[in-house]
């Protein structure tokens, strides 16, 4: 079972900046394309960005490109969220997860796509 953790999230202004982190201590964490999802209050969980077990294809939700990046670091085993420009509407639960994947272009936007998904942080933008 893999367990991700993530981190980072907390109140901020509008037009701030956060980062979050997704860390494992899974040893083959290279192999899983991984993904950050979010949840608001009554809403269902939607896709935010992805990126591939190499870390060259990045996807983003049209909500947030431009304004967030995901990287990833293979050797720490970590994957970030860099948040800039923060929204009222950013406001959410964001969650991390990850699939074990072959495939070197596979970043899925579908939450189904995904086997293990972390307990999720808090991010609030305060306008």
């Known amino acids: 079972q893999v367990q991700l953790v993530e981190s980072g999230g907390g109140l901020v202004q509008a037009g701030g900046s956060l980062t979050l982190s997704c860390a494992t201590s899974e040893r083959t964490f290279s192999t899983y394309a991984v993904g950050w999802f979010r949840q608001a209050p009554g809403k269902e969980r939607e896709f935010v960005a992805a990126i591939n077990w190499p870390g060259d294809r990045l996807r983003y939700a049209d909500s947030v490109k431009d304004r967030f990046t995901i990287s990833r670091d293979n050797a720490k085993s970590t994957v970030s969220l860099q948040m800039n420009g923060l929204k009222a509407e950013d406001t959410a639960t964001y969650y991390c997860?990850?699939?074990?994947?072959?495939?070197?272009?596979?970043?899925?936007?579908?939450?189904?796509?995904?086997?293990?998904w972390g307990q999720g942080t808090q991010v609030t933008i305060s306008s």
């Open positions: 997860a990850a699939v074990r994947t072959s495939g070197k272009l596979r970043a899925p936007p579908e939450k189904d796509e995904y086997d293990y």
